[in-house]
């Protein structure tokens, strides 16, 4: 079998992101078959036994994971000019009352903190903050299969053959899309469910359909609901919540 970066199989086994994994290995956090490595590209067997010694394991239990509700108006990422990007809500002013989680605000936690998947400037919702390399492979990776749910306001007419499509049997950007679950939440808006996140998918997918979105709101991510997070406020998701 073809040796590969040690980084690259620690990613692959969800043991941390690349970038911790190289700095695992800088510190010698890391054994391969119960021994030490300490060089940068080290190339092993995929079938080769990877641990993390008790320093790594150390380090990813102090990493935290928030749980933001997007306004409408904040990018997810790195904004552009004239816009702002949603991480500066995660303040201590804006932390959600009714956490209990148990961790106590630091500045500290802002730090390598980064947004797991995108949510446009125009939708608002739930966005995942974390520091933790395994949360964002585990819902983002090219293999992440966590469920998103989000109700959408709409315009327009939609037909049965209409709904069988936004089901299933569209393409974007020239790939067909997975199956989702579309139906009708109430008269003017549908709850979607998809287990991918192409750029504006679900903007475009009604478009593909004859809809028009004029509103559209995350509230799931996996077994994480958004429930009573109020517009603008976050909190930490806790020791005992899991996606």
């Not at 004029?214 to 998701?237: F, S, V």
Request: glycine share 10%.
């Amino acid at each position: 079998m073809e040796k590969i970066r040690l980084s690259k199989l620690m990613s692959e086994l969800g043991l941390c992101s690349r970038r911790e994994a190289d700095e695992y290995i800088e510190r010698g956090w890391v054994l391969v078959d119960g021994e030490r490595v300490t060089a940068l590209g080290t190339k092993v067997d995929p079938a080769q036994t990877v641990t993390l010694d008790e320093h790594a394991i150390a380090a990813q239990s102090g990493r935290v994971t928030m749980l933001l509700n997007k306004p409408i108006g904040y990018v997810s990422g790195t904004p552009e000019k004239g816009y702002k990007a949603a991480i500066i809500l995660i303040t201590k002013e804006n932390q959600y009352k009714g956490d209990k989680s148990g961790i106590k605000f630091s500045k500290s936690h802002l730090k390598n903190l980064a947004p797991a998947g995108r949510l446009d400037i125009d939708s608002q919702g739930l966005i995942v903050f974390t520091q933790d390399g395994r949360t964002a492979k585990l819902l983002i990776g090219k293999s992440s299969d966590i469920e998103k749910e989000y109700l959408v306001r709409v315009q327009g007419m939609l037909d049965a053959a209409g709904l069988r499509l936004l089901n299933h049997g569209l393409s974007l950007d020239g790939a067909p899309l997975k199956p989702a679950e579309v139906s009708w939440q109430n008269a003017d808006q549908l709850r979607f469910v998809l287990k991918e996140g192409k750029k504006r998918q679900i903007r475009r997918m009604c478009e593909q359909v004859g809809l028009k979105v004029t509103g559209l709101k995350r509230i799931r991510i996996g077994e994480i609901k958004l429930e009573n997070l109020q517009t603008g406020k976050w909190r930490y998701l806790s020791a005992e919540e899991h996606f």
